[in-house]
């Protein structure tokens, strides 16, 4: 897989300054400043507690901020309810604990979003998800109910509920972390299918060989902060920062 | 007001005593005292406690020639007792299930437990099943004492003189809406000083919460 | 004995139709106060969670007052108290008229206010049982919160709430005897009638707490077949 060494200017899909937030008194995100340009996959990585999942969840508005700006698509994300579901459109999230539906099918699980957020007449969603049911290779349990479905099944949906949004952005919060060691492969090998199709991905994961194989950048945060980010080679045959050496040796 | 609290608190009492051979029973299924408690809990349950307090009172009144020749009526013929064995059958019925939910709740393993640190058995019930039953029974068991303090408001009916007695006879006279503001207020005191009490004493087993 | 049996007999010389009268009485008492009782529950859960101070601790005094009174209490306040305002009010404006406040009515609500208090609470453990990662992924699909609530959370609620508002609805049904106390004519009321002509009050108490355990057998098994339907598809077979 070739990372592209020339910067052929990219349209910036989420642009991130000065974020600051804060659960009461603890400070979780301090000053971030991050671009993400389109087609571009990053891999957040870093210690518990370093605020990674938090900052993702800002972008889709699922975490308030106190101080700084968010865009997204040239969209800027504020209080507004409807800028809120604006941009949620765009922008598709998956859960570590899956989060789907239980008491709807696989296929009204991925229908739910289409026909009531973006107003899609029925056949048109069903088409649609069934395309994305294909896509994650899970097509004959349409009809079946979560419960019914193997961990790894279950988050192949959620991928496929997202992405039947049409999002521009896709957001992996710990996308592997609870399921069994034998699942993990199935679910990674969709998100590295989805990044060769050029999708943009801002993935949080512990999964350090994914980053290498489909990383264009990897982002390292330890508490609350940006402490260094690189083109995947970089940075892990060369880290900069001590904290980055400290968490690469604990990992590696 | 005395006779509220007393009427509460005997009945409470009484029917907890009464509860505890109930509820084990039912905790062995299949046998004969299980079903029987199980259907006594059942009917119980089922019927209005108004109608349990009329069944006794006006029932028993219409058989004091046989009560005075068994030497009770003494007992039946006044309100008060009535009331009092109506609440205390009622509240057997809810206590039991109380204790039964709290002894079938100790996990087998404890037992294991218990019995691998070389307890007997009877050391086993007393260190291990009682305390931890007794702490599981506790908010339920509060609850169903602020549940009895609301029921003997009913004894009114059958004119015992309780708070609200009281003021059912004193509205009677005076046609006085605030007379049941009163009671109101009153009964609101009651009960939050009993909770107030029931939180103090789950504070003291918070290691339940963790089970 | 069959002398005691005949006296349920149909008809002019038996009570039976007479108790049939004020069963039915008893059941739409329930069957009407349900509506509300449930609506209010989910109101009175709603304010309880407000962003605004004011309706949480509305909410939570609500909750309290009615938790705590007994009753008859309540239903004899809210019956005389209702009664005077009416009076008051078209004392001032329509004077020489005087309009009643039917005992149903009245009935409907204090039973209402006193299940609301206790449904809230219910409706309140249901909503965290669904959990807050429903409510994200709902978002993450970019559902308002309303369309969020209706089609995602709600349909999950019952699975909780059935059990707890089951046993809502028996102290409803026992609850509605109360309401013989001012006078409604339902069952309990009809009982004491047939005794005061027949003085054989055992016998038709013994009769009154058999047709109310009939009810509560019969809620019981309906309530069982509904929570059936409603777990159908959740149980997870992982």
């Known amino acids: ?47 518990s507690g370093s605020g990674k999942s938090t900052l993702i969840r800002c972008i889709n508005a699922l975490e308030k901020f106190r101080s700084g700006k968010i865009v997204v698509n040239d969209i800027e994300l504020t209080d507004d309810r409807k800028v809120v579901e604006q941009i949620r459109r765009g922008v598709g999230m998956v859960f570590q604990s899956f989060n789907l539906f239980p008491h709807l099918t696989i296929l009204e699980n991925c229908t739910l979003g289409p026909i009531q957020g973006m107003s899609l007449p029925k056949d048109k969603a069903v088409d649609n998800a069934m395309h994305f049911l294909e896509k994650v290779n899970i097509p004959e349990q349409a009809n079946k109910y979560p419960g019914q479905l193997s961990g790894g099944q279950q988050q192949r949906v959620a991928i496929a509920r997202s992405l039947c949004m049409n999002p521009d952005v896709m957001l992996f919060d710990e996308p592997t972390s609870a399921l069994d060691p034998e699942m993990v492969k199935e679910v990674l090998d969709i998100m590295v299918d989805l990044a060769k199709e050029g999708m943009t991905m801002i993935c949080v994961t512990h999964e350090m060989g994914f980053a290498k194989e489909v990383a264009d950048r990897i982002v390292f945060m330890d508490q609350g902060q940006i402490v260094e980010q690189n083109n995947p080679n970089e940075f892990f045959t060369n880290p900069q920062n001590e904290r980055t050496k400290l968490f690469l040796h604990q990992i590696l | 007001m005395l006779n509220t609290i007393s009427l509460t608190t005997l009945s409470f009492i009484i029917g907890f005593f009464i509860a505890i051979p109930f509820g084990l029973a039912r905790c062995r299924t299949g046998t004969l005292m299980s079903k029987i408690t199980y259907g006594y809990v059942y009917i119980v349950r089922g019927t209005p406690l108004l109608v349990q307090i009329f069944l006794l009172y006006y029932g028993a009144g219409q058989f004091h020639k046989e009560l005075r020749q068994v030497g009770l009526w003494w007992f039946f013929r006044e309100a008060y007792y009535c009331g009092l064995l109506a609440l205390t059958l009622n509240t057997v019925a809810y206590q039991a299930e109380i204790v039964r939910g709290a002894v079938e709740a100790i996990p087998k393993s404890l037992e294991e437990a218990g019995a691998s640190v070389s307890l007997s058995r009877f050391q086993i019930y007393r260190f291990i099943h009682i305390p931890i039953a007794t702490a599981r029974m506790l908010p339920a068991l509060g609850n169903e004492f602020v549940l009895l303090l609301k029921a003997s408001a009913l004894v009114s009916v059958i004119a015992v003189t309780d708070v609200m007695g009281q003021a059912r006879y004193l509205f009677s006279e005076t046609l006085d809406l605030s007379v049941f503001y009163i009671a109101a207020i009153n009964y609101l005191i009651i009960v939050l000083i009993a909770e107030a009490i029931l939180r103090k004493l789950e504070k003291r087993n918070i290691w339940l919460a963790t089970y | 004995m069959f002398e005691l049996i005949a006296l349920l007999a149909f008809g002019d010389k038996g009570w039976g139709d007479e108790l049939l009268k004020g069963l039915g009485v008893t059941i739409a008492l329930a069957f009407a106060t349900i509506p509300f009782a449930l609506f209010c529950s989910f109101l009175v859960a709603w304010s309880k969670q407000s962003p605004y101070k004011l309706l949480r601790m509305a909410g939570n005094a609500y909750t309290t007052v009615f938790r705590s009174l007994p009753e008859i209490l309540t239903l004899i306040i809210i019956y005389y108290q209702l009664q005077a305002i009416i009076n008051s009010f078209t004392s001032t404006f329509l004077p020489g008229i005087s309009i009643g406040i039917s005992p149903f009515i009245a009935g409907m609500i204090a039973l209402t206010l006193v299940f609301s208090a206790l449904g809230s609470e219910v409706v309140r453990a249901a909503y965290s049982a669904v959990g807050k990662g429903q409510m994200e992924a709902a978002y993450s699909v970019s559902l308002s919160r309303r369309k969020a609530f209706f089609y995602v959370i709600l349909p999950q609620m019952w699975q909780h709430m059935l059990p707890a508002f089951g046993n809502l609805w028996l102290i409803l049904l026992k609850d509605t005897s109360l309401v013989s106390i001012i006078a409604l004519s339902e069952i309990v009321r009809y009982t004491n009638m047939a005794i005061a002509t027949t003085k054989e009050p055992f016998f038709f108490y013994s009769v009154l707490a058999t047709v109310y355990v009939v009810l509560s057998f019969i809620s019981g098994r309906v309530q069982t077949v509904m929570e059936k339907r409603v777990n159908k598809n959740l149980v997870s077979e992982h």
């Open chain 1, 1 to 47: 897989m070739e990372h592209c060494n020339q910067k052929v200017p990219n349209k910036i899909i989420i642009s991130i300054s000065a974020l600051n937030k804060w659960f009461g008194d603890l400070h979780v995100l301090k000053d971030i400043n991050i671009d993400v340009e389109k087609s571009e996959r990053i891999v957040i990585a870093g210690p």
